[in-house]
């Protein structure tokens, strides 16, 4: 891609989606990426603000917008990046940061110094046991997490646990049911979120379990209703939403990954 070198065009692009953090007479490098729905740019979103008002000025551009998007794509091609949100970069020098990071990580970034990645594991955590299983299943377990321990000793210890606190965290009594998918029938679908309401029934001990209804009005791309709000459902809109089915296959996927699931 070629050098932007018209900055009204690229402020012009922030200013109609972001007026509050744009300045007219500046035109700021550093950009935060990040999207509607991402957890990890919640957290980063009040660190950003912070280091605003100590004077910095991290432009703040949400992907929903179609130009933003674009200027991400335009950015990732030059400096050859793959990133999702958060991602923070200086378009002028390409160095940035891809993920969650700390304040103080930050501050490093906007005074120029290279960002190294984080360290990542050497293969997913083993899966844990269930609640109830055997002894022996247990002590497999053991065996096989003090191994992925010994082979990820490189991670920090805010990236590790100890196999006490790995048991002593929520485990289901039973494989939850697959995620449903946008090519089942109306029929599997309903059956789906019987089985999907009895499991969570049984595991009724697990933080923040929704009732198959969410899970399924969001998969469809409504909104979830208020008990005795229930809105007729428009069938034109629920063809026209793979991304969201997209996010929430991922969110889904995520939630059972956290229970150590495949």
Not at 30 to 36: D, P
Not at 46 to 73: C, F, M, R, W, Y
Not at 213 to 231: D, F, H, T
């Amino acid at each position: 891609m070629s050098k932007k070198t018209d900055n009204d065009t690229k402020k012009s692009q922030v200013e109609e989606v972001n007026p509050e953090v744009v300045d007219e007479e500046t035109d700021s490098p550093w950009y935060y990426f990040y999207s509607q729905g991402c957890g990890w740019c919640k957290r980063a979103e009040p660190i950003v603000d912070e280091l605003n008002k100590q004077g910095h000025d991290i432009l703040k551009l949400d992907l929903a917008d179609s130009d933003n998007q674009a200027l991400a794509n335009e950015l990732k091609q030059e400096y050859k990046v793959q990133c999702g949100t958060p991602w923070f970069i200086n378009e002028a020098t390409g160095k940035g940061i891809c993920g969650f990071r700390e304040k103080d990580v930050l501050e490093k970034w906007l005074a120029g110094e290279d960002i190294p990645e984080p360290p990542r594991p050497k293969g997913p955590i083993p899966k844990l046991p269930l609640l109830e299983a055997p002894e022996k299943e247990v002590t497999k377990w053991k065996e096989d997490y003090e191994k992925w321990l010994k082979d990820n000793d490189h991670l920090p210890d805010n990236q590790k646990r100890t196999v006490d606190q790995m048991l002593a965290m929520p485990r289901p009594k039973s494989d939850p049911p697959p995620p449903p998918n946008p090519q089942m029938s109306e029929d599997e679908l309903n059956k789906w979120g019987e089985t999907y309401d009895n499991w969570a029934k049984e595991n009724d001990h697990l933080p923040n379990l929704q009732p198959s209804s969410v899970i399924l009005q969001r998969m469809k791309g409504q909104q979830p209703q208020q008990p005795g709000n229930e809105a007729p459902v428009d069938d034109a809109k629920l063809n026209t939403m793979d991304a969201k089915i997209q996010a929430l296959e991922v969110k889904v996927d995520k939630i059972i990954a956290h229970f150590g699931i495949k």
